[in-house]
T-cell receptor, first 112, second 115 residues
Framework: GENVEQHPSTLSVQEGDSAVIKCTYS??????FPWYKQELGKRPQLIID?????GEKKDQRIAVTLNKTAKHFSLHITETQPEDSAVYFC???????????FGTGTKLQVIP | EAGVTQFPSHSVIEKGQTVTLRCDPI?????LYWYRRVMGKEIKFLLH????????ESGMPNNRFLAERTGGTYSTLKVQPAELEDSGVYFC?????????????FGNGTRLTVT
């Protein structure tokens, strides 16, 4: 089955700096890669996703990149703000299948 | 629209007791999922319902866990008897359709502590 690894497990950055979270996956059939943000005590929420026919996707201060050959995908947050502090989960799945495999999460702390 | 709701938000039970978690998906969502996160680890898939049918229960840890979705609306997840390693946050999620066009909508989770 699919295995998703996520690094780092914790990340502290100064407000205004950039943050990068990296994930790798094992199943070459995976073609959908969502990212979820979980604020303290709240539910995980989808913040951005990317499909395997796209190499990069941006939405304001966040961007995701995908390298299918290397089976790597990353989340980039620019100009970080305190409200970006949360746990971020990467995930992978195969179109047509419902089972989404998550990474272990990255706790991001943005220091004001 | 109302989101996915889970009850209770917290549960503390002793080893050997029984606990039942409930999930109400978003109205009209046929797909319902249970996930669990043990401290510091991944959000791990437990099972998936399509309406009232179990589509995939490959993630269920053992036969102490029983999930039901009678009538294809809300779902329950029963743990009987509970063990220490069952502690964690149990998330329910729902989606309208299958595949990548229907992202998962999560509930707030039930934090289960087995002592």
């Amino acid at each position: 089955g699919e295995n998703v690894e996520q690094h780092p497990s914790t990340l502290s950055v100064q407000e205004g700096d950039s943050a990068v979270i990296k994930c790798t996956y094992s199943d070459s059939a995976s073609n959908y890669f969502p990212w979820y943000k979980q604020e303290l005590g709240k539910r995980p929420q989808l913040i951005i996703d990317i499909r395997s026919n796209v190499g990069e996707k941006k939405d304001q201060r966040i961007a995701v990149t995908l390298n299918k050959t290397a089976k790597h995908f990353s989340l980039h947050i620019t100009e970080t703000q305190p409200e970006d502090s949360a746990v971020y989960f990467c995930a992978a799945s195969v179109t047509g299948y419902q089972k989404v495999t998550f990474g272990t999460g990255t706790k991001l702390q943005v220091i004001p | 629209e109302a989101g996915v709701t889970q009850f209770p938000s917290h549960s503390v039970i002793e080893k050997g007791q029984t606990v039942t978690l409930r999930c109400d998906p978003i109205s009209g969502h046929d797909n319902l999922y249970w996930y669990r996160r043990v401290m510091g680890k991944e959000i791990k898939f437990l099972l998936h319902f399509v309406k009232e049918s179990k589509q995939d229960e490959s993630g269920m840890p053992n036969n102490r866990f029983l999930a039901e979705r009678t009538g294809g609306t809300y779902s329950t997840l029963k743990v009987q008897p509970a063990e220490l390693e069952d502690s964690g946050v149990y998330f329910c999620a729902s989606s309208q359709e299958g595949g990548i066009n229907s992202p998962l909508h999560f509930g707030n989770g039930t934090r289960l502590t087995v002592t």
